[in-house]
């Protein structure tokens, strides 16, 4: 029986310097544990708000960029379409429409029509046909005229 208390004792102290911590040793480092992970959800939160937050700005930005150049997009296509139309109708514009417009005569008449076709609308000034002043009118009568008949 001495053996066995022998055994018994050994066992017991042998249990005791190789058991597992108490339990408020446990609960502390489950508590710790539980701190850090908190700490790194919180961590990763805040750098999804501050990636979510620069992919936004990001996405204004291109929102921005991509408007501003549709606006001259349309800007540009506008003032191609309005050339086209001026162009069209200084083309096609019979001489007693040109007759009838303020400030045009006979002979400024038969010089527009005489070096038709015109690519532009600006190049009755640029060919020295019709000065500056005259061919701002001119374009708005030949705008109504084309409303009228349209």
Known sequence: MKNFLAGLGI???IGILIAPRSGEETQ??????AGDLANAVREKTSDAVQSSGEWLRSGQEKITEFGRQ?????QTQ???LKSSVSSVLLNR??????LSIYGIGPVMAD???????????????????VPESLFERLQK???D?????A
Not at 93 to 98: A, F, G, I, P
């Open 28 to 33: 502390e480092q489950l508590r710790n544990r």
């Open 93 to 98: 514009v019979s001489r007693e429409d040109l």
């Open 145 to 149: 005229l084309g409303k009228k008949r």
């Open 70 to 74: 549709m606006t001259e997009t349309i």
């Open 111 to 129: 010089k527009i029509i005489a070096n038709r076709p015109y690519t532009s609308d600006r190049q009755v000034v640029e060919q020295g046909i």
């Open 141 to 143: 009568e030949l705008g």
């Open 11 to 13: 066992g017991f102290g």
């Open 78 to 80: 506008g003032e191609k």
